[in-house]
């Protein structure tokens, strides 16, 4: 019985001091991991500080230069068009040239045209929700991040628009613009072409700056 008790005692011992490094390494595994998360943490948050950082600047460049981003292209004006120049327009090449602008392939119904793309790119960026793809703990997150990147894309779903409204009035002008050359009756002719001019020249609808065509002194200032 002595030597039970004796064997059962030792056994005790061993299990004890086995349970007493297995803590000791789990908590001593614990605080390594605590420390990676801290360190993890620590690291994220200043790749995100960076990203505001960068994010910050190029808005701020691309609002203080506007013109680089936002195309100011002028309509074709009568006084530009000459009889003689019948003779050099290809109708053929012309009518290709607006059909992929705003048509597209018959083959896609129209879907690949340049108007349409710029459609969807369009709402594509301004649909970006950051904050949903960004979401993290607040003793994660860094401040800002989401709201910076929605902003910048926001703003370059306004200028994709704005474009696409460039290309297909500026597609219609070209058109009436050959009309008109090749036209019998001028007059009507002009007053088509001239209606499409005038849209372009004033307000664009779309402009994120909500500025006015002509001249863009002040939207530059």
């Known amino acids: ?24 390494e789990f908590d001593n595994a614990m605080k390594s991991f605590e420390k990676s998360c ?28 506007r013109s680089s981003v936002d195309l100011n292209v002028k309509p074709i ?27 597209g392939t018959y083959a896609s119904g129209g879907e690949d045209s340049i108007v349409s793309q710029l459609g969807r790119a369009s709402k594509l960026a301004s649909s970006v929700n950051a904050h ?10 860094c401040p800002g991040i989401a709201d910076w990147i929605s902003r910048f894309m926001g703003r370059f779903g306004d200028l994709i628009r704005d474009l696409s409204w460039d290309v297909e009035n500026h597609a219609k002008g070209l058109e009436l613009a050959v ?40 939207a530059e200032e």
Do not use: C, H
Not at 87 to 95: D, I, K, M
């Open 132 to 141: 949903n793809a960004l979401y993290k703990p607040s003793s994660v997150e």
């Open 38 to 65: 801290e360190i993890l943490k620590n690291n994220l948050r200043e790749i995100e500080f960076m990203m505001i950082l960068d994010l910050r600047s190029s808005y701020e460049k691309l609002e203080k230069n």
């Open 77 to 103: 004006e009568q006084e530009n068009l000459k009889p003689d120049d019948r003779l050099s327009v290809n109708r053929a090449q012309v009518n290709s040239i607006l059909s992929e602008m705003t048509v």
């Open 179 to 218: 009309e008109y050359l090749f036209a019998i009756n001028k007059e009507n002719a002009e007053l088509n072409w001239k209606s499409v001019r005038d849209k372009i020249q004033a307000a664009d609808p779309f402009d994120p700056w909500n500025r006015k065509r002509p001249g863009l002194s002040k």
């Open 1 to 24: 019985m002595d030597f039970i008790k004796i064997a059962l005692g030792a056994s005790n011992k061993v299990a004890e001091s086995i349970e007493n490094d297995e803590q000791y």
